[in-house]
């Protein structure tokens, strides 16, 4: 295998295990190979590291390893978004100044655009404040969306911000805040993404994708036309009309590729980089469009997979709610009167949270005409309006 050859199995890898590390954990890859692998990762592996330590340096090594990994993972640092925009500015420059000169004008600012895309859309995730819940902000934020009495109460109140919690809502012990309809804390970008830069960060998402794409499918273009400009337009007859991979073996084209990058090693690195990264940036933009079309957030995903499992086990219980759960003399201070599109039509009981739990307590629950849970999808979810009317949700139009 040659120089060529290692270097883009390393980078694959390299990209793999980046995935995996950063998002193996998530709900969707829990029971998969790449949910196995992120706990290789950040269980496993530490475990033995942390035992091999213990034996040689007596567990120094670790411990300054634990402090370095809480303040990258725990603390709100810029080093993590400087090293993503130096990645970015340092891959555009060295594009931009290999590939100017033989760009047409329409890829010239076809290019110009799509990287402007990514740069504006994360310093909107970076900047963007609006979805911290303080005093001032409580009384509109409770009102953006109802509470569903499965995964939001009303009455729940935030032990460190001391304020009731809106439906949707988290405190981000990172930003130190309660977040509206708060997805996740991205380090990426520095800050909560909620309800007010959620839409700006699905759009990073998206730009940078179209970005890296775009990126690799141009280098490609490029280092296409230098070998066909080497090997066939000087050639004579015939030949100097085909492509110029017609008649070589796949060992010949690699050695032709290998020999282009090394030939242009601005434009060969920028779209290797660009082409093994891609499918990084497409595939969470692909997971969140999927949480978009599930009416659900990062955060609320995380707490299905939990009733999830309770329903696996048999704890919970549906059946139709009442006049006062539907809405009737509830407390307007609690649970303010909210306009959204769908009410919730039954009521849930998890009796894991009733312990101790009795076999008897079943039989009990099915004479008072409470029905047994077999699957989630018996279950309603009254922030899924649709694959449309939850876009326009995120988009703030409904």
């Known amino acids: 295998m040659g120089f060529y050859q290692k270097l883009i199995l390393a980078i694959a890898s390299l990209s793999f295990v980046v995935f995996t590390a950063l998002f193996g954990s998530l709900p969707a890859f829990r029971k998969t190979p790449i949910g196995y692998v992120n706990r290789l990762i950040w269980i496993k592996f530490p475990s033995l590291l942390l035992s091999a330590d213990r034996l040689l340096s007596g567990g120094r090594f670790i411990s300054l390893l634990k402090r370095a990994g809480h303040y990258l993972m725990n603390q709100n640092h810029p080093l993590v978004l ?21 760009l047409p004008a329409v890829h010239r600012l076809a290019a110009l655009l799509a990287l402007a895309l990514p740069f504006y859309t994360t310093y909107r995730c970076v900047r963007s404040s609006a979805s911290v819940i303080t005093p001032a902000t409580l009384s509109d934020h409770l009102r953006h969306y109802p509470y569903d009495h499965v995964l939001f109460s009303p009455g729940a109140v935030c032990r460190t911000c001391r304020l009731p ?50 990126g690799a499918s141009l280098c490609y273009v490029l280092l296409d036309a230098t070998l066909q400009e080497t ?93 006062v759960d539907a809405g009737v003399g509830k407390d307007a201070e609690l649970e303010p009167e909210v306009n959204w599109p769908v009410r919730r039509e039954q009521r849930l009981v998890n009796m894991v949270r009733r312990q101790p739990w009795r076999r008897e307590d079943d039989a009990d629950m099915q004479r008072r005409g409470w029905i047994r849970v077999g699957s989630l999808k018996e279950v309603e979810n009254i922030y899924d309006l649709g694959f449309w009317g939850n876009s326009k949700d995120v988009f703030h139009t409904s």
């Open 82 to 102: 400087i090293f993503y925009l130096t990645i970015l500015t340092t891959a555009s420059l060295l594009f931009l100044s290999a590939a100017w000169p033989r």
């Open 165 to 214: 919690k809106p439906a949707r809502s988290k405190h981000c012990r990172i930003c130190n805040a309660c977040v509206a309809k708060q997805d996740h804390h991205c380090i990426w970008v520095m800050n909560c993404l909620g309800r007010a830069n959620y839409v700006y960060f699905v759009a990073m998402l998206l730009s940078l994708a179209a970005l890296l794409v775009y």
């Open 231 to 323: 090997l066939v337009r000087r050639a004579k007859g015939p030949a100097a009309r085909s492509h110029w991979s017609v008649g070589r073996s796949y060992r010949q084209r690699l050695d032709m590729w290998a020999w282009a990058f090394s030939n242009d090693v601005r434009i060969g690195a920028v779209g290797l980089l660009a082409g093994m990264t891609a499918p990084l940036a497409g595939g969470l933009f692909l997971y969140h469009v999927y949480l978009i079309w599930a009416g659900m957030t990062t955060n609320e995903s995380f707490k299905w997979e939990e009733w999830k499992e309770d329903v696996a086990d048999g704890f919970v219980y549906r059946d139709t709610p009442t006049e």
